[in-house]
């Protein structure tokens, strides 16, 4: 059975115009600009946003997802969508990480723990 982690923190997702030096969990430079994902305990060490989205909770798929896996996100992210849910959803080396509003996380990991999903909450 696939864990699925919920991490303990808040996160926000932060449009900036310079990569700033906080600990965060993702970075994505694009022609819309930078855009990052940080636990909100770091946003007061950000000088200047153009926006900020607050209030995401970050779940991990603890298990290793090889490259040629096709439909994994799919899957997830269409049950989430069918019990209106919204998502970001970002992918690393090894797995996927799926950030939800802090309202949404109870109903998305009963709605995961449906598809035989382990939930793990720290």
Do not use: Q, W
């Amino acid at each position: 059975m696939v864990r699925v982690v919920l991490h303990p923190e808040s996160f926000a997702v932060v449009n900036v115009r310079d990569v700033p030096n906080v600990d965060f969990f993702a970075i994505v430079k694009d022609t819309g600009g930078i855009t990052v994902v940080l636990p909100e305990s770091e946003l007061g060490k950000i000088g200047s946003m153009m926006s900020c989205e607050r209030g995401f909770r970050l779940l991990t798929f603890d298990t290793v997802l090889p490259f040629d896996l096709v439909g994994f996100i799919s899957k997830v992210s269409t049950a989430l969508a069918e019990a209106g849910i919204s998502v970001l959803v970002f992918s690393s080396y090894s797995t996927d990480h799926i950030l939800v509003k802090g309202e949404d996380v109870d109903r998305a990991l009963d709605v995961l723990e449906g598809l035989g999903f382990e939930k793990v909450i720290p």
